[in-house]
């Protein structure tokens, strides 16, 4: 039997990933949300699969975390958003693949059944997204200036030229929530200005390079 652990923030992608994966006949699945990380034992476990944005602790820190005491860990980045630029610091840290959480049911067992044999899982747009991207500075940094997954499309959003009020419409917030979410990110990356945000964001590959460059 396989025992397997998906970590999300997402009660609903979580359970359905689950159902997905407990028809297979040798799957054990269980499924937490990502406050609940510090009270499971990571040794009960063969496959991990992580959400890279999550508010509690991003999937690049919980890899790490996981591997220190369970080094034989396989784990799959299991995302919607664009990860080629967190591609180069992911795979130090020990990430043996990657799924879209667009995959079908077909492409998500397989890509963990090979991940189990000890193939690296990058799908074809990710390869192709990888010679566009250009190498960014590696450290731990990264793990200071983290963005849930809120945080990051109103990033997008403002990377784009959207005001307040079209980021709301966009995202379907309330403008004050928008207003509120990108104070915590000013403060997160201790910047005064969109501007100063957006540069910051790019240096550390928290969004894709190509919209910062088309401003």
Do not use: W
């Not at 992580?50 to 299991?78: F, Q, R, S």
């Not at 020990?94 to 077909?106: D, H, L, N, P, Y």
């Not at 793990?143 to 709301?168: H, M, P």
């Amino acid at each position: 039997m396989i025992n397997l652990l998906i970590v999300d923030d997402h009660p609903a992608i979580g359970e359905g990933t689950k159902l997905i994966l407990e028809q297979e006949a040798d799957f054990k699945v269980d499924f937490i949300d990502p406050s609940l990380v510090t009270t499971i034992d990571f040794k009960k476990y063969q496959v991990f699969i992580l959400d890279l944005y999550m508010p509690e602790m991003n999937g690049l820190v919980l890899t790490k975390n996981i591997l220190a005491t369970h080094p034989e860990a396989i784990i799959l980045i299991y995302t919607g958003f664009e990860i080629s630029t967190h591609f180069t610091l992911m795979i130090e840290a020990g990430v043996q693949g990657f799924i879209s959480k667009t995959a079908t049911k077909e492409q998500l067992i397989t890509s963990i059944r090979c991940a189990m044999r000890d193939e690296v899982v990058i799908p074809l747009q990710l390869l192709k997204q990888l010679k566009k991207v250009e190498a960014k500075p590696v450290g731990s940094e990264l793990e200071d200036f983290s963005l849930n997954t809120r945080e990051q499309q109103i990033l997008v959003e403002v990377a784009k030229g959207s005001t307040n009020r079209e980021i709301a419409e966009n995202l379907i917030l309330s403008q004050r929530t928008v207003e509120y979410c990108l104070t915590g990110i000013f403060n997160k990356f201790g910047v005064k200005s969109r501007t100063e945000a957006l540069n910051k964001a790019n240096k550390y590959g928290l969004i894709p390079s190509q919209l910062i460059e088309t401003e």
